[in-house]
């Protein structure tokens, strides 16, 4: 069964910084692409970054570039969103999900976490 659990959300003031995590569990994640996805109130989801199975290219989004790095250990079977210089917009849900790497560019993955909230505020 394909379950993937973020963690490492939080409270962090702005200009901080939060490491989330997504663990992925019945299946070797180093075969998948992941992708990180947010969610604020009242917006739509977005996707912020996403790292392929294959050569570990990242894509990240305009608004998080500079600042978010997407990392993976195949190892731990975990894939990582490190997230610098936090501004109150990066607020929302963050959420993993996996799946072929066209389908996680395409915003469409076919396994999500339950997501972890970040939030910025001082």
């Known amino acids: 069964q394909v379950q993937l659990v973020e963690s490492g959300g939080g409270l962090v003031q702005p200009g901080g910084s939060l490491r989330l995590s997504c663990a992925a569990s019945?299946?070797?994640?180093?075969?998948?692409?992941i992708g990180w996805f947010r969610q604020a109130p009242g917006k739509e989801r977005e996707g912020v970054s996403v790292i392929s199975s294959s050569d570990g290219s990242t894509y990240y989004a305009d608004s998080v570039k500079g600042r978010f790095t997407i990392s993976r250990d195949n190892i731990k079977n975990t894939v990582y969103l490190q997230m610098n210089s936090l501004k109150p917009e990066d607020t929302a849900v963050y959420y993993c999900a996996t799946d072929v790497l066209n389908k996680v560019i395409a915003g469409n993955p076919g396994y999500w976490g339950q997501g972890t909230q970040v939030t910025v505020s001082s």
């Open positions: 019945g299946f070797t994640l180093e075969y998948y692409a």
